[in-house]
């Protein structure tokens, strides 16, 4: 550009600043979309939902602090499992190959080695104790809430549904049952398979609210059934004549699927739980309104916290197989 002329310089000034312009042009164009998608993904994660999914090897994800735990401790006894077992398989290979007959026609009659006894006792000792610590604290944490539960829920398995009590000062007691058939899905505004899959909606989710300690107590009405909510982490046996306690702190708003794990006859597969986090707010709205007309304050909490970002997240969590059954 050096040799150029004045005139042609100054043109050439234009052009650049007009290509910087369309250049910062679409870099904001590109940067809206990206804020846009980021928001959306925001939104949807706002509205939650938690449900097996197709081909799952792993947990749902983690809804409450035990779950987080029960997660980590997943992780850490892997990093024992997985050299043990490789170690177990590589000693057998190396023993079928080193010491087969055709190699070793003449065994060795060696029956004590100091040296290995030692080892392969304090070796296991080490990797149990390396276990046993984290495992005794993740037990003791799901029997002891850090705080003082401030709200106590009992649940109660019946052959094959079940009942939620709340123990409160006004107390309000429903049933909870599997949704079967498409006329009491439209009636209950459940339609929606991605949010309302078969064999785990039901028509009176339990209720509770967001980031409470909250106290359940599980019993058996006839059988033993089980109240297992994976995203939890939790899974309490359902026993007749016995009151089993665990508590629960959900971190995040949203659908929160289990079932119960106790076989516990015929209809045992078709005895899902299912329950809604809502904010505060939203709870004590419905907790008052659902005093005097549990239908309309179920519709009513649907419409305030159902929306197409909970649908979409369901969705985008894999869930798609439930819309096309
Ligand atoms: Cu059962």
Redesign the pocket.
């Known amino acids: 550009m050096g040799g150029r002329c004045g005139p042609c310089r100054g043109r050439d000034n234009v052009h650049s600043n007009e290509s910087l312009r369309e250049i910062k042009r679409v870099i904001r164009k590109r940067f809206a979309c990206l804020a846009g998608a980021l928001g959306g993904v925001l939104a949807a994660s706002a509205a939650y939902a938690a449900q097996p999914r197709p081909w799952e090897t792993g947990f749902q994800p983690a809804a409450t602090p035990i779950m987080s735990q029960i997660e980590w401790f997943n992780d850490y006894t892997l990093w024992f499992i997985i050299p043990i077992a490789l170690l177990v398989v590589g000693l057998l290979l190396w023993c079928m190959i080193r010491f087969r007959a055709g190699r070793n026609p003449v065994p060795s009659r060696t029956a004590h080695n100091t040296v290995i006894e030692v080892l392969w006792t304090v070796g296991p000792v080490i990797v149990l104790l390396c276990i046993a610590v984290p495992s005794f604290q993740l037990l003791t944490a799901q029997y002891n809430p850090p705080q003082k539960p401030t709200m106590t829920v009992k649940a109660t ?1 019946n052959q ?1 549904n079940w009942d939620y009590e709340y123990e409160t000062a006004k107390p309000l007691k429903f049933n909870s049952a599997v949704l079967i058939d498409e006329k009491s899905r439209v009636a209950l505004g459940k339609q929606n398979l991605a949010e309302y899959p078969r064999l785990l909606a039901v028509d009176h989710e339990l209720v509770v609210p967001v980031d409470t300690t909250i106290r359940i107590l599980v019993t058996g009405a006839d059988v033993i ?2 109240f297992s909510v994976p995203a939890f982490g939790i899974k309490t046996d359902a026993v007749p004549g016995r009151v089993n306690e665990t508590w629960i702190k959900v971190e995040k708003p949203g659908l929160y699927y289990g079932q ?6 015929k209809d ?1 597969a078709f ?1 899902p739980i299912a329950v809604r986090v809502v904010t505060k707010d939203q709870f004590d709205t419905w907790y008052k309104a659902a005093q005097a007309d549990l239908e309309s304050a179920n519709k009513a909490l649907m419409a305030a916290v159902d929306g197409k970002n909970n649908v979409a997240a369901a969705t985008r969590a894999g869930n798609v197989v439930a819309a096309a059954d």
Do not use: E, P
Request: charged residues 0%; aromatic residues 8%.
């Open positions: 398995g094959w059934h089980s119960c794990s106790q076989l516990c006859g045992h005895m």
